[in-house]
């Protein structure tokens, strides 16, 4: 059993930064591959990044490529979305997710058995 609790979330004004951070529990962590996701309001969840449990392989959507960077620190069983030039479509709930047991392309949210409650990203113009 894996409990993510995300933090780092708020305001902030377009071409800002913001890093946002999944804190895991449980001993496994290491094991597990790390995702995060966004949801903004009336739109489907959606794929943002991915991390490998060794940070060897990491995936981002096409929409925050060059923007955003996955990292993991597994001895603080931590991951971390950091964003920079943030944009209003950026404002979203983002979630983090772990998976073990179903991962296979590290972008479908259906590959992760757990998730966090989401922190609030709110972008301004």
């Known amino acids: 059993q894996v409990q993510l609790v995300e933090s780092g979330g708020g305001l902030v004004q377009a071409g800002g930064s913001l890093r946002v951070s999944c804190a895991a529990s449980?001993?496994?962590?290491?094991?597990?591959?790390m995702g995060w996701f966004r949801q903004a309001p009336g739109k489907e969840r959606e794929f943002v990044a991915a991390?490998?449990?060794?940070?060897?392989?990491?995936y981002y959507s096409d929409s925050v490529k060059g923007r955003f960077t996955i990292s993991r620190d597994n001895a603080k069983n931590t991951v971390y979305l950091q964003m920079n030039s943030l944009k209003p479509e950026d404002t979203a709930v983002y979630y983090c997710?772990?998976?073990?047991?179903?991962?296979?392309?590290?972008?479908?949210?259906?590959?992760?058995?757990?998730w966090g409650q989401g922190t609030q990203v709110t972008v301004s113009s």
């Open positions: 449980g001993r496994t962590f290491v094991h597990y591959a």
């Open positions: 997710a772990a998976g073990v047991q179903s991962i296979v392309t590290m972008r479908g949210l259906g590959e992760y058995e757990y």
């Open positions: 991390i490998s449990w060794s940070a060897g392989n990491v």
